[in-house]
């Protein structure tokens, strides 16, 4: 019995040692299941990261996706915007060569007009040079004229006076005339009375012959009324001489007045003669003036037409400008300068009105010449200082025309190389933009291949630890479900075999 006993404890012994191994390996085993379920959920966390950086690695995918096809829209836009501008650069080079050839047109025009400003400023030089000399020959025979009608005119005075004065002594000669007339016919009425008496006295003598005092007295009477007739015949014959050198002197006197009438006639002829030359020369001074008008008519036509193109190229400038934006400072410089070349133009027509207005005065002027020819002398003085400053006023407008023409052909060959240089720096810039989309897009490339070898191997990776956790799992659930089926087959076993006593020694033992 003691050996039975002895043999039990020590089989008690034995279980209680097993039981006590049993219950270490299955503490140890809690342990480890408890450290499986923490490597578990360590694990499941990692699989939730890895899902979450799977998911997030996706959506980079998909945002890589969608970046590189936003890069590819972006790069067909690009194209498309090249193509574009390539077809804008070709449009406005053909718009540049277009210009350029209404450049050269212009140009041609402009050397054109100088040339035909050259001729018609040396045809108005020639006919300043004209007028000039037809001015001077008109002042000299106005001023020949002036002395040979002054000259004419006291001549005219002078003869005047003579005439006066012989008209006057006419009178006297004719009262003397008329006074001798009557002496002649009183001395005639006394003569043909002296001729009766002689024939009475020769009667008489006839008749008283004998009486000789009678005679002798008679004789005396005779004598002296001979004497009286002989006198009044001398008388006579002085009259008629005077008579005869006042007839002398008045056919003299008529013959110097008709020699004066014909000379105030050749004066009158040669001052009409002055006057149509004037008229010729007014009639060339219009003529010249109407070409003048006709020329700055011409300029005024050049100008709209420059202000036209200018207006044009302004357009022009300003749509190339819009198209492009990067350039506020040149569009600013080049309005800068258009503003001034509009001022000066302004300026050019003011001056043109000025001229225009200085044409009108100079027309009225020529207009009044006839009625100031007394003060020729002054208009023509006048005259030659506002030809003066005219000359001035034009050289200076040339000067300010070819200076404008210099400005706009420097303006035209800097907006040629900005547009050169603005034109290149698209291109460069184009180009770099093409070359760092390309380089982008490889990037982008090399970045999605590399997100793509990164993501395969942590699917890889992924995969094969999934399997190993799903492995270890599976093992685990496989040695907890062999554990628990063993530690459920000892509680059982245990509970069959020592009942209550296994079960109270259970329950303390366990957690």
Same mark, same amino acid.
């Given at each position: 019995?003691?050996?039975?006993?002895?043999?039990?404890?020590?089989?008690?012994?034995?279980?209680?040692?097993?039981?006590?191994?049993?219950?270490?390996?299955?503490?140890?085993?809690?342990?480890?299941?408890?450290?499986?379920?923490?490597?578990?959920?360590?694990?499941?966390?990692?699989?939730?990261?890895?899902?979450?950086?799977?998911?997030?690695?996706?959506?980079?995918?998909?945002?890589?996706?969608?970046?590189?096809?936003?890069?590819?829209?972006?790069?067909?836009?690009?194209?498309?915007?090249?193509?574009?501008?390539?077809?804008?650069?070709?449009?406005?080079?053909?718009?540049?060569?277009?210009?350029?050839?209404?450049?050269?047109?212009?140009?041609?025009?402009?050397?054109?007009?100088?040339?035909?400003?050259?001729?018609?400023?040396?045809?108005?030089?020639?006919?300043?040079?004209?007028?000039?000399?037809?001015?001077?020959?008109?002042?000299?025979?106005?001023?020949?004229?002036?002395?040979?009608?002054?000259?004419?005119?006291?001549?005219?005075?002078?003869?005047?006076?003579?005439?006066?004065?012989?008209?006057?002594?006419?009178?006297?000669?004719?009262?003397?005339?008329?006074?001798?007339?009557?002496?002649?016919?009183?001395?005639?009425?006394?003569?043909?009375?002296?001729?009766?008496?002689?024939?009475?006295?020769?009667?008489?003598?006839?008749?008283?012959?004998?009486?000789?005092?009678?005679?002798?007295?008679?004789?005396?009477?005779?004598?002296?009324?001979?004497?009286?007739?002989?006198?009044?015949?001398?008388?006579?014959?002085?009259?008629?001489?005077?008579?005869?050198?006042?007839?002398?002197?008045?056919?003299?006197?008529?013959?110097?007045?008709?020699?004066?009438?014909?000379?105030?006639?050749?004066?009158?002829?040669?001052?009409?003669?002055?006057?149509?030359?004037?008229?010729?020369?007014?009639?060339?001074?219009?003529?010249?003036?109407?070409?003048?008008?006709?020329?700055?008519?011409?300029?005024?036509?050049?100008?709209?037409?420059?202000?036209?193109?200018?207006?044009?190229?302004?357009?022009?400038?300003?749509?190339?400008?819009?198209?492009?934006?990067?350039?506020?400072?040149?569009?600013?410089?080049?309005?800068?300068?258009?503003?001034?070349?509009?001022?000066?133009?302004?300026?050019?027509?003011?001056?043109?009105?000025?001229?225009?207005?200085?044409?009108?005065?100079?027309?009225?002027?020529?207009?009044?010449?006839?009625?100031?020819?007394?003060?020729?002398?002054?208009?023509?003085?006048?005259?030659?200082?506002? *030809? =003066? +400053? /005219?000359? @001035?006023? &034009?050289?200076? !407008?040339?000067?300010?025309?070819?200076? $404008?023409?210099?400005?706009?052909? #420097?303006?035209?060959?800097?907006?040629?190389?900005?547009?050169?240089?603005?034109?290149?720096?698209?291109?460069?810039?184009?180009?770099?933009?093409?070359?760092?989309?390309?380089?982008?897009?490889?990037?982008?490339?090399?970045?999605?291949?590399?997100?793509?070898?990164?993501?395969?191997?942590?699917?890889?990776?992924?995969?094969?630890?999934?399997?190993?956790?799903?492995?270890?799992?599976?093992?685990?659930?496989?040695? *907890? =479900? +062999? /554990?628990? @089926?063993? &530690?459920?087959? !000892?509680?059982?076993?245990?509970?069959? $075999?020592?009942?209550?006593?296994? #079960?109270?020694?259970?329950?303390?033992?366990?957690?």
């Amino acid at each position: 019995m003691l050996q039975d006993r002895h043999s039990e404890e020590i089989g008690l012994q034995r279980v209680a040692e097993q039981n006590r191994l049993l219950f270490q390996k299955l503490h140890g085993v809690e342990k480890e299941k408890e450290k499986m379920i923490l490597t578990q959920f360590t694990q499941d966390r990692t699989i939730s990261d890895l899902e979450t950086t799977v998911s997030e690695q996706k959506e980079e995918v998909n945002s890589l996706k969608r970046l590189q096809k936003s890069v590819e829209q972006t790069r067909g836009h690009l194209q498309r915007q090249l193509r574009t501008k390539e077809a804008d650069c070709n449009r406005m080079s053909v718009q540049i060569q277009t210009l350029e050839k209404q450049l050269a047109e212009a140009v041609m025009d402009n050397k054109r007009l100088q040339r035909q400003m050259s001729t018609v400023r040396d045809q108005s030089d020639k006919d300043k040079g004209y007028l000039k000399k037809a001015t001077r020959l008109l002042k000299q025979k106005a001023s020949y004229t002036e002395d040979t009608v002054e000259h004419l005119n006291s001549e005219l005075v002078n003869k005047e006076k003579e005439l006066t004065d012989a008209s006057t002594q006419l009178d006297v000669y004719r009262t003397r005339l008329e006074q001798i007339g009557q002496e002649k016919s009183s001395a005639f009425a006394e003569c043909s009375k002296l001729k009766q008496e002689m024939e009475d006295l020769q009667n008489k003598i006839h008749l008283y012959e004998d009486n000789s005092t009678e005679t002798s007295r008679m004789s005396a009477m005779l004598e002296e009324k001979t004497l009286e007739c002989q006198n009044k015949c001398q008388e006579n014959e002085k009259l008629m001489s005077i008579q005869e050198e006042l007839t002398s002197k008045l056919t003299e006197d008529e013959t110097n007045v008709n020699h004066l009438q014909t000379k105030l006639t050749q004066a009158e002829e040669i001052i009409e003669e002055y006057k149509g030359r004037m008229d010729i020369s007014r009639s060339e001074a219009n003529n010249t003036l109407s070409l003048l008008e006709e020329q700055q008519k011409q300029n005024s036509r050049i100008q709209r037409e420059g202000e036209d193109e200018l207006d044009k190229v302004k357009k022009r400038l300003h749509q190339r400008l819009l198209e492009l934006e990067p350039l506020p400072e040149m569009l600013k410089t080049t309005e800068l300068k258009v503003q001034d070349f509009e001022q000066q133009l302004h300026l050019s027509e003011r001056k043109n009105t000025e001229n225009i207005k200085l044409i009108a005065e100079l027309t009225s002027k020529l207009e009044h010449v006839n009625e100031m020819l007394e003060e020729a002398k002054q208009m023509n003085h006048e005259y030659v200082e506002e *030809n =003066r +400053s /005219l000359r @001035n006023k &034009v050289d200076t !407008l040339e000067r300010k025309f070819l200076e $404008v023409t210099e400005q706009n052909r #420097e303006l035209m060959t800097t907006i040629s190389k900005r547009e050169e240089t603005i034109r290149l720096n698209n291109e460069r810039l184009s180009q770099q933009k093409i070359l760092d989309l390309e380089c982008q897009v490889n990037q982008v490339k090399t970045e999605v291949n590399r997100v793509k070898r990164e993501k395969d191997e942590n699917n890889r990776r992924c995969n094969s630890r999934l399997h190993d956790l799903k492995d270890r799992l599976e093992q685990s659930q496989s040695t *907890n =479900r +062999s /554990l628990q @089926n063993y &530690v459920q087959f !000892l509680k059982t076993s245990y509970r069959n $075999v020592y009942g209550d006593m296994t #079960e109270s020694f259970l329950r303390p033992t366990l957690p």
